[in-house]
């Protein structure tokens, strides 16, 4: 439900990073130029995108389970093959890709473990499974907008309690719990311009992700209060301002 946004929408919120990241990611998974590669979890089309620019998009397919995103990214890559399903059921044979990539969606995943196994089946026989999923304590938007909700409400629910994956060892053991072999992680480091204050808070007030989700089950009142306590620890910006982020990726072979 928190992912049932437009891609515009979600482009200003969680979109500014994944665009950032994905040519980084995209390096870390030492992607080919003749690959055939599937984004799993590909939301509105950021690393769908970089893909398609490096290999063609007739080598690139992808998936989501939110019907928004699905369309968004299909409108924005006619030519790829992108379908409407969760990771848990990829709708590809067996040994369809070279290389099945998830961005910042693993700890989004119903069942992460059969996510992963999903995308070890449709990739060929050495083939790359890779991911990669924020290190929240690193990821300074996230970061600022559960410090000051937790100032507010001592039982929010900060998302860097409950993720799962959100460092190099949780997906090294993951991956290797999937059967692939290989394994590497390393950080990837991205840093994103905010016009003003405006311009990192709205996109919050759209519902998208677990922050999101909570600040629009909250009254009135908390959710100014939340507000100006992310002002503050902003440090108040009178005008633009730069937020950096980092992102755990892994990746390993069949």
């Given at each position: 439900m928190t992912f049932a946004v437009s891609g515009e929408m979600y482009d200003r919120f969680?979109?500014?990073y994944s665009r950032r990241l994905a040519p980084t990611f995209a390096?870390?998974?030492?992607?080919?130029?003749t690959a055939r590669v599937v984004d799993v979890g590909c939301g509105a089309g950021a690393l769908t995108g970089e893909l398609a620019a490096r290999l063609g998009p007739a080598s690139v397919a992808a998936a989501d389970?939110?019907?928004?995103?699905f369309e968004a990214c299909r409108a924005r890559i006619p030519d790829a093959d992108v379908r409407l399903a969760p990771a848990e059921a990829l709708p590809w044979a067996d040994a369809s890709f070279d290389a099945a990539l998830s961005q910042l969606v693993v700890?989004?995943?119903?069942?992460?473990?059969?996510?992963?196994?999903?995308?070890?089946?449709?990739?060929?026989?050495d083939g790359v499974v890779g991911a990669c999923t924020w290190e929240y304590e690193g990821m300074r938007m996230l970061r600022t907008f559960w410090k000051a909700a937790a100032s507010v409400d001592p039982d929010a629910p900060d998302e860097s309690r409950v993720m799962r994956f959100q460092g190099a060892e949780a997906l090294d053991a993951l991956w290797h719990e999937t059967g692939l072999r290989e394994v590497e992680t390393a950080p990837l480091d991205v840093a994103v311009e905010y016009d003003d204050f405006d311009d990192f808070w709205l996109p919050f007030e759209?519902?998208?992700?677990?922050?999101g989700e909570y600040l629009a089950s909250l009254g009135p009142h908390a959710r100014v209060q939340i507000r100006d306590e992310c002002f503050r620890c902003l440090g108040e910006p009178a005008g633009p301002f730069t937020q950096t982020a980092r992102a755990w990726a892994v990746r390993g072979e069949r």
């Open positions: 969680m979109g500014r390096d870390f998974a030492g992607i080919g130029p389970p939110s019907e928004p995103l700890n989004f995943m119903a069942d992460a473990d059969a996510g992963v196994a999903e995308m070890r089946r449709v990739v060929v026989e759209g519902g998208i992700g677990p922050a």
